[in-house]
């Protein structure tokens, strides 16, 4: 289905270039002063569950993102962008505090149920919150006199400590323990069971409403609102959607529209591409707002996804895999930054960054000092946002000792160098390694031809790994092969909620 569609993507690439030189041209915007780049506002939008290849700006001829496009436009995209966790919960805290989710120990999404007794491996431990001792982005921002609000997604905990306003926002609207609404419509509540334990629970994202609302247009009203509510005060919007997270609904009306589409052209589902429609135009609202407001020659807005797209919604070919995996489409997403007087409009980078490169590069366009420390694993991107830039040459790394029920998912740590990535998988026990340059899907597994490039990048992945202290997977005593199988070995939550 998507391969019919991908042997067209060359040319519509060439219509989209088109498009997008005609808007960088047109949309230029003056360099700001030395004075409104040290005070610029902050938009971070991050989508969950994104794909790499769901807007057309990356290459779709099926997701219809035209303001997504416009700021990529105006902005800098990057090809090789990378969440720091193939699931939601670990690439927000890694968004929020500039450390890998091993360092953190917070590498799976939350709660995440029990890992069950008789599983191969024991499971790492984690922590199921964001720790109070991290000083966040809003935290450090808000100390420089930022006004701060989370508007969507939390899912880093719940009270007592772990709630956006315990970790530096001023306002938090629709955040708490829940990934994901019980429903995209008013009343947003919905009723889950939790598998071997008998128990139900109520998921309630916003107590108030009215009658036929759309969860991502109401948090838009009032993201809305708050940027008029800011005045003169600089501020960060931090606006995590809830959507394109399951359950999979959107309005009618277009969802109707694309299923108008041959189905050999689809490539995802009608109602999930929908979802994504809906994001754009929530984009093209804050856009709107801040022309209105006349902040956007001194505001940044970042546009990302927290992990790769949920499998039974949308094709990540040519990406392998899907959310939960660490194949390329499990982990690889959208990145736009367009940061007004420094990203060059139009420029589209493939160097290789991750989650927790966005707080240095915030504190640096709010105009504060870095704070190292802090975002030991992160760097600042500004370098990159010019054709010619150059960061540090380094390695990025990914650490996930647990089972889930998502395809291609196996507990594993990863480390991409260069052109090369190698995953060491726990179980099964196995070490693939590929060259994404000539091999994008990751089908060939260099591993045998490439002996000593194997041991390097072990090497170099183990020293990290001691490095952060990473949790490792551990053999079981009780291990029972009649009672599980990998991939389904933790007695965990519906997929609808992580």
Not at 266 to 288: F, K, L, N
């Amino acid at each position: 289905m998507f391969s019919h569609m991908f042997s067209h993507m060359i040319s519509h690439m060439m219509s989209r270039l088109l498009t997008l030189q005609f808007y960088a041209l047109f949309f230029l915007l003056p360099p700001a002063s030395a004075d409104e780049v040290s005070a610029l506002n902050l938009v971070i939008i991050l989508v969950d569950d994104l794909g790499w290849m769901d807007l057309s700006c990356q290459g779709s001829t099926y997701y219809r993102t035209p303001h997504i496009d416009r700021l990529a436009a105006e902005g800098v995209r990057f090809t090789d962008a990378y969440a720091a966790c193939a699931v939601c919960s670990p690439t927000r805290a890694a968004i929020l505090t500039g450390k890998y989710p091993a360092r953190l120990m917070l590498t799976d999404w939350l709660p995440s149920g029990r890992w069950n007794p008789a599983a191969r491996l024991r499971e790492g431990r984690f922590l199921r919150g964001l720790p109070v001792e991290e000083f966040t982005l809003a935290e450090a921002l808000r100390e420089a006199g930022y006004r701060t609000a989370s508007i969507g997604k939390w899912h880093l905990g719940s009270e007592p400590f772990s709630l956006p306003e315990h970790h530096g926002f001023d306002l938090n609207i629709g955040g708490n323990a829940h990934g994901a609404p019980g429903n995209y419509f008013f009343p947003y509540n919905g009723n889950w069971l939790i598998p071997a334990t008998g128990l139900r629970v109520q998921w309630n994202v916003l107590p108030d409403g009215r009658e036929g609302e759309y969860l991502t247009d109401r948090l838009t009203d009032d993201a809305v609102r708050f940027l008029h509510d800011c005045g003169e005060q600089p501020f960060l919007l931090y606006f995590p959607h809830y959507g394109v997270h399951t359950p999979l609904q959107a309005k009618a009306e277009m969802v109707a529209a694309y299923q108008e589409v041959p189905q050999d052209q689809q490539q995802g589902q009608p109602v999930y591409a929908a979802m994504v429609q809906s994001i754009d135009e929530s984009v093209g609202r804050i856009m709107t707002t801040l022309r209105q407001l006349n902040k956007h020659r001194n505001t940044l807005v970042i546009f990302t996804s927290d992990n790769g797209g949920f499998a039974r919604a949308t094709d990540n070919s040519p990406l392998r895999a899907n959310k939960g995996a660490y194949y390329e489409g499990g982990i690889r997403v959208p990145l736009i930054i367009r940061w007004p007087g420094v990203a060059q409009p139009g420029l589209v980078v493939h160097e290789p960054v991750i989650s927790t490169d966005l707080y240095p590069t915030c504190l640096a366009a709010a105009g504060l000092p870095a704070n190292p420390n802090q975002h030991e694993d992160g760097v600042n991107l500004q370098p990159l946002l010019q054709a010619g830039g150059r960061i540090a040459d380094r390695a990025l790394f990914w650490h996930y000792p647990h089972y889930n029920s998502h395809p291609s998912s196996v507990p594993a740590s990863v480390i991409r160098r260069g052109d090369w990535k190698l995953i060491e998988s726990f179980d099964p026990a196995g070490v693939e390694l590929y060259n994404l340059r000539g091999d994008l899907s990751e089908t060939s597994n260099l591993v045998a031809r490439e002996p000593a490039r194997r041991e390097t990048l072990l090497q170099e992945l183990n020293q990290w790994r001691q490095a952060v202290r990473a949790e490792m997977m551990q053999p079981n005593p009780d291990y029972d092969p009649t009672r599980v199988s990998a991939g389904q070995n933790r007695q965990q939550q519906p997929l609808n909620s992580r």
